[in-house]
């Protein structure tokens, strides 16, 4: 089994690029009583975590770079991200690393149908 996610960095030229990543989950620890879960093994230490509401009317098209290195969980709502001439979406239950923290970085736009997104955060720490 495998889980999915996307990644943005910036690029040795100072752009802002997606790229596809999985990572294998194998057998794992369980809570008693369970059968044992399928985990994946450590891959990104993190230095806590926080939640992030961005309102449903929110206009600024900035480019942007990340403020840091950070996983983002869509919990709620929908969000594009654009770099380098790409544009993703990033429903409820998708996953990002951000990673492009130098550069001219991305844009964002929220298109959620939903109203508000509403994203959990982990920092990570700098590479």
């Known amino acids: 089994m495998q889980a999915r996610y996307a990644r943005l960095f910036t690029d040795e030229g100072g752009v802002s690029r997606f790229e596809d ?3 294998q989950l194998e057998a794992g620890f ?3 009583g369970m059968r044992t879960a399928i985990l994946s093994a450590p891959f990104l230490a993190s230095e806590g975590s ?3 509401g961005v309102p449903a009317a929110l206009l600024d098209d900035s480019p942007h ?3 840091r290195r950070m996983i983002f969980v869509t919990v709620q709502g929908e969000y594009q991200i654009t770099a380098s001439g790409e544009t993703r979406s ?3 239950g998708s996953v ?4 492009d923290i130098t550069g001219a970085g991305h844009t964002t736009k929220i298109v959620s149908d939903a ?3 509403i994203i959990f ?3 990570l720490p700098v590479a």
């Open 21 to 23: 990543l999985t990572v």
């Open 30 to 32: 369980s809570a008693p």
């Open 50 to 52: 926080f939640w992030v």
């Open 65 to 67: 770079p990340s403020p």
């Open 90 to 92: 990033f429903p409820a």
């Open 96 to 99: 990002l690393v951000a990673e």
């Open 115 to 117: 109203g508000d997104v």
């Open 121 to 123: 955060a982990v920092n």
